[in-house]
């Protein structure tokens, strides 16, 4: 390994040892690593290829991986390997591990989850590809000035992205615009333009490096690199424009996880990536089968949301005009191939494109989705239409599209059922199914939190790690005092660091033994992190009040990134830093309550913050939250939950035991029941002297003195218009929380409660997830497992 390293930074860097630069380090242990995992990859494409494997393509606009050399580093078993050569060398593991910039190509959940998923289908084995776009700037980064957000460009391309083999001979034109004629029966797109799609591949290998599928990122380049005849006329800027214009379609990932309605870019975005996956699979499909027919024997396309639903028009596209196929055949064919998973209800997250602009950038398609259109309504009268009021309906057209349809928790596919697609449910009534998320716990345990991790394999072996339910054995340990005395100091030891690390960045001092009390997530209305800062404020008020009282001391931990055009959104961001400048600074609470928000919440930050957390809020709307899964992370690394039932909680409440976790609030059928209530938030507001004291508070300016109408706006939001029921959940939330403050001063039943949650989370690994996908949608198998059988 030490060999390796060097010359790496000999020959691939051109450093030698004494003038490298940390990258420099990195670089040169990254590309070794990489080295080691090719084997692997090589042999798994091979037997994917003899066994004439049936193959998973999971599109999506979104992977938000993070940090990779950590992740590719334990799954090849390296890490000790790697530590001792480092150290020979004279150079610090972590300082390296921690120079690797997050790869951000996502918002949050939904991308996540695409990485998580990477992860489970490498480790079981089953042959699959990521298809997603190589964004040069990923989501932006988070600042604070005067508390509010401020955003820049990430870049995360700037640096040499290690793990990547670019391809340039994989390379798919992109057409877009034109017309198209019908002539003789065959039908012709002329596009009136086109750009390249360049794969950049990342292997993804499972753990113990038994398997390598790959992570495909598409990025758009001109088909000619340069106008020559501008350039010598002397119109420089001209020459590079066609350049500059094509490159923009994989220039930057929307920073918006509702929609950004409307916008030609996201649009090309999607088609872009969408044809070259498919161009691509097909290409992988008739190397070695003559038959479409038996396409989808061999083809399995998941659709991350209705982003990739152009998918649907563009696989008949492919097999009508280029392929020959009859319409009437391509459309069943395409849906074989076809599944879609859903991950919100919202109305203002559901796609839709107005029927001109998609005309006007896809008119071929357009075409097809009219004929989708009059096919369906032909064979179930009255069905709901793609087409409505102008607009072409992503989620419908996916749903049409598709021979399964998932929800993310078992409560948002009831929802589902009964909501946005229910009169596709009646016809359709065996097409949609529940998929729960999961977590990997590769990355979610054994890599963010060594600690605990050496913990549990020193009492059962390293088993857990590809079989998490294999975590039941350790409810046996709660009554193995040394055991219980460990576990409660691996948590301390988290907290410890963290609070070194906020010390250094923030310039706040932490008690570690106090409750940590983490909210990171985007931030939204109806994930209700106003209600978490008004319980803030409020129990700020009952210690000033109270000062003999043996309070619980409290950290409250922000963290989470606002949509840049969602005003409401930057605006709860600003009370928040606004609330903490004033409580943080009362000696009157001093050493019992402080909140805490660092900038640029992401994957990493997540991996410092969830290990060293005590109490998981998950505090949502009931029936807003599709699934989440930060719940997931926390509740696995021994924090117990305060939460509504929403999402994947209630299945996590039911796993983990109704007495270890904090339950509070109205349920989603309360909530629809509530809102036709006339006057519900005053009536609320009324009946709740805290609540009223509190708003009473930030509404005079006592957190923004010099600006005392600052945050007028938010309050009467909550008399007016409080959609997502802050006002009416918030005692029920205070309630709830009073008792997790009791809880937490009896610190071995405290401790007793957190290991039953890390003991009973083993079922909410993405390994039992993509199962359920390969055997209820894919029909699809690890070929090893086939010819070990
Ligand atoms: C769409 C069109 C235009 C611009 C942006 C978008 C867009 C981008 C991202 C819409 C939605 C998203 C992301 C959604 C998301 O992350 N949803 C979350 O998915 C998780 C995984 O299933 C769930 O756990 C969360 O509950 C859900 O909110």
Redesign the pocket.
């Known amino acids: 390994m030490k060999d390796d390293i060097l010359n790496r930074l000999q020959f691939s860097l051109g450093k030698d040892a004494d003038h490298a630069s940390v990258y420099d380090w990195r670089m040169a242990v990254s590309l070794t690593v990489r080295d080691q995992m090719v084997d692997t990859w090589f042999n798994s494409t091979k037997e994917a290829y003899a066994a004439s494997s049936k193959r998973v393509y999971y599109l999506s606009?979104?992977f938000l991986i993070g940090r990779l050399i950590e992740d590719m580093i334990s799954n090849l078993q390296l890490e000790d390997t790697v530590r001792g050569a480092l150290t020979d060398l004279g150079q610090d593991f972590d300082e390296i591990v921690h120079d690797e910039p997050d790869a951000a190509l996502g918002?949050?959940?939904?991308?996540r989850?695409a990485a998580c998923f990477m992860d489970s289908l490498a480790t079981l084995g089953i042959p699959a590809f990521g298809y997603g776009i190589r964004y040069e700037h990923g989501l932006f980064e988070q600042s604070f000035a005067q508390g509010q957000q401020v955003e820049r460009p990430e870049t995360w391309l700037n640096q040499r992205h290690a793990w990547e083999f670019e391809r340039p001979e994989v390379q798919f034109p992109i057409c877009f615009g034109g017309h198209v004629d019908h002539h003789d029966g065959k039908t012709t797109w002329h596009p009136s333009e086109k750009v390249l799609a360049t794969a950049y591949d990342t292997p993804v290998i499972g753990w113990k490096n038994e398997w390598g599928n790959t992570l495909r990122l598409w990025s758009a380049e001109p088909v000619s690199q340069f106008d020559l005849d501008s350039f010598n006329r002397g119109d420089y800027l001209a020459a590079g424009r066609s350049e500059a214009l094509a490159r923009t379609i994989s220039r930057v990932l929307?920073p918006?996880?509702?929609?950004?309605s409307g916008?030609e870019l996201?649009l090309k975005q999607e088609y872009f990536f969408t044809a070259a996956s498919i161009q691509d699979l097909m290409r992988r499909y008739l190397q070695d089968h003559d038959d479409l027919r038996q396409l989808p024997e061999h083809v399995a396309i998941q659709l991350n949301?209705t982003?990739p639903a152009i998918a649907g028009p563009e696989l008949v596209r492919v097999l009508v005009d280029e392929h020959g196929i009859d319409m009437a055949e391509a459309i069943p064919l395409a849906r074989a191939c076809l599944a879609y998973t859903n991950?919100?209800l919202l109305p203002e997250?559901l796609?839709k494109w107005g029927e001109w602009l998609l005309g006007r950038i896809l008119p071929r398609h357009l075409e097809i989705i009219r004929i989708i259109e009059e096919t369906q309504q032909r064979e179930h009268p009255g069905s709901p239409r793609i087409l409505e009021h102008g607009d072409v309906r992503m989620g419908e057209l996916a749903f049409i599209m598709a021979h399964k349809v998932n929800g993310?928790s078992a409560l948002h596919t009831e929802l589902v059922k009964e909501t946005v697609f229910a009169d596709l449910h009646r016809i359709h009534p065996t097409r949609i199914i529940n998929q729960t998320?999961g977590i990997t716990p590769r990355r979610w345990l054994y890599n963010c939190n060594p600690g605990l991790r050496d913990l549990i394999t020193d009492a059962m072996g390293d088993g857990w790690v590809a079989d998490l339910e294999q975590l039941t054995a350790l409810k046996a340990k709660r009554d193995d005092a040394a055991f219980m005395q460990a576990f409660q100091a691996s948590k301390r030891d988290n907290k410890a660091a963290l609070s070194n690390w906020i010390g250094q960045t923030c310039g706040i001092a932490l008690d570690p033994d106090a409750m940590f009390d983490v909210q990171i997530k985007r931030i939204h209305e109806y994930k209700r992190q106003l209600m978490n800062l008004l319980e803030t404020v409020a129990l700020w008020n009952d210690m000033r009040d109270n000062p003999d009282h043996d309070w619980t001391p409290r950290v409250k931990i922000f963290g989470g990134k606002a949509a840049p055009g969602y005003y409401m959104a930057k605006d709860i961001i600003r009370l928040i830093n606004d609330v903490a400048e004033v409580i943080n600074n009362d000696p009157a609470t001093k050493g019992r309550l402080k909140i805490v928000y660092p900038p640029n919440y992401n994957v990493t930050m997540a991996e410092r913050l969830i290990p060293a957390s005590d109490l998981s809020e998950q505090i949502s709307t009931a029936g807003k939250?599709?699934?989440?899964?930060g719940n997931m992370k926390f509740a696995l690394n021994g924090a117990l939950t305060i939460g509504t039932l929403d999402?994947a909680n209630v299945e996590i409440r039911e796993h983990v035991g109704s007495e270890n976790f904090f339950l509070f609030g109205l349920t989603a059928a309360e909530v629809m029941e509530r809102r036709q209530h006339h006057g519900y938030a005053r009536a609320a507001i009324e009946a709740s002297p805290r609540l009223q004291r509190v708003l009473g508070q930030i509404a005079e300016g006592r957190f923004a003195p010099h600006d005392t109408g600052r945050y007028h706006g938010v309050v009467g939001m909550l008399y007016d218009h409080d959609y997502f029921l802050v006002t009416c959940d918030f005692d029920s939330y205070f309630d709830a929380q009073r008792r997790a403050d009791n809880a937490y001063q009896n610190a071995d039943n405290w401790a007793a409660m957190a290991l039953m949650n890390t003991a009973s989370m083993g079922w909410f690994s993405s390994d039992r997830t993509i199962k359920g996908y390969a055997r209820d949608i894919w029909n699809a198998h690890p070929p090893r497992a086939a010819m070990d059988r």
Not at 625 to 629: D, I, K, V
């Open positions: 606009m979104e918002n949050g959940g939904l991308g989850l929307y918006d996880d509702t929609t950004d916008k996201r949301d982003h991950h919100t997250a796609e993310v998320n939250e599709a699934s989440g899964t999402g």
